[in-house]
């Protein structure tokens, strides 16, 4: 059985994260795998794919809207004799789902990786959504409310919907209970309309001073972050990372983890920081509440106020205590392991 990956790009997002993980567990349970990148501009993963010894193909045209990757995606699938083709991501969907018109007998399968985009705040693109969608064997949705939110944006069938939650490389996030030491909040997030950072950043300033704040990520939206800090005068409270390859490591060290988001397909981030140990505090949206749940503290969309006090409430040792033993906890249901062994099952039930 020979898998091929297909990502629009390796830019910093949650699908991108999982198939670094996601690959090589797939490797490990004996299965051939490798990944087509349809535009390399603006990459943060790739060296860190090569070193795990993910085989990487590239288009040479190296432009995710170019209607030549029909026929790059349809080559590679028959060069390289693949069995089952994966896509993940708009752009690799659209020209999956019509490469294979050019090479029939293949299994075609893709994940939807977010609750909402926007796609949907058009009608004209349902149609174009319900041919895309329509076109795969499967279609595998990251959460129950992205299944949901899928099907009542498509209408496509419930058979053709799998569940698969993403999983996460516990050797590198597993940390031990902790016990609060200081007042350091992160948010471990790109810079995208999916994220609500700007609340984030408001709720900093009616925090006291002796709480700081951290941002590791990049994208659009950054600099008009970077305004909001200048303008409530808290640029000594607030770092700016960027891309890190050190977020195991950061999130042992802070004390808080936040994740604010306006939508949510799953939340890797906050699962991240739950297996760390570090409590985490999320926006109370779909995907993301379906992670956190009790393990953490849920605050509404874009409400200043009720962050501020959910954040104070982790300033009680035992609930802070407590919040850092039950994410750890919770976090072990969603290994990479487990994750790649269920995309497996569904690969070979699909090729007999």
């Not at 981030?269 to 760390?276: K, N, P, Q, R, V």
């Amino acid at each position: 059985m020979k898998i091929l990956h297909i990502i629009t790009s390796l830019e910093l997002g949650g699908a991108e994260k999982l198939l670094l993980d996601l690959i090589p567990a797939q490797k490990r349970q004996g299965v051939d795998v490798e990944l087509l990148v349809l535009d390399t501009n603006g990459e943060k993963f790739l060296e860190e794919y090569e070193k795990r010894g993910i085989k990487i193909h590239k288009t040479q045209i190296n432009n995710r809207m170019s209607l030549k990757n029909i026929f790059e995606i349809a080559k590679l699938i028959k060069i390289q004799k693949i069995d089952i083709v994966h896509a993940h991501l708009i752009h690799s969907q659209i020209w999956t789902s019509l490469a294979r018109y050019l090479n029939k007998n293949v299994i075609y399968i893709t994940t939807e990786h977010s609750t909402h985009n926007r796609r949907r705040e058009k009608s004209i693109y349902k149609i174009l959504d319900k041919f895309i969608y329509n076109s795969f064997v499967k279609v595998i949705a990251i959460s129950e409310a992205t299944a949901r939110e899928l099907i009542k944006w498509t209408g496509i069938s419930l058979k053709k919907i799998d569940v698969i939650p993403n999983g996460v490389s516990l050797r590198a996030f597993m940390g031990k209970p902790k016990e609060r030491k200081g007042n350091n909040l992160i948010m471990v997030s790109r810079f995208h309309q999916s994220k609500d950072h700007i609340t984030v950043v408001r709720a900093l300033e009616k925090l006291p001073k002796e709480y700081t704040l951290t941002f590791i990520g990049e994208g659009e939206t950054e600099e008009a972050v970077k305004r909001e800090v200048l303008m409530l005068n808290l640029a000594d409270r607030v770092q700016f990372l960027g891309y890190s390859n050190s977020v195991p490591v950061l999130l042992k060290r802070a004390d808080i983890a936040i994740q604010s988001s306006n939508f949510e397909g799953f939340g890797l981030s906050a699962l991240e920081a739950m297996a760390s140990g570090t409590p985490i505090v999320a926006t109370n949206v779909e995907g993301l509440a379906d992670i956190v749940s009790e393990s953490g503290l849920l605050f509404k969309v874009g409400d200043v106020n009720d962050l501020v006090q959910k954040i104070k409430i982790l300033e009680d040792s035992k609930v802070y205590s407590d919040k850092s033993k039950m994410g750890i906890k919770s976090s072990l249901v969603y290994s990479i392991e487990a994750t790649a062994k269920k995309y497996i099952e569904l690969y070979k039930e699909e090729l007999k």
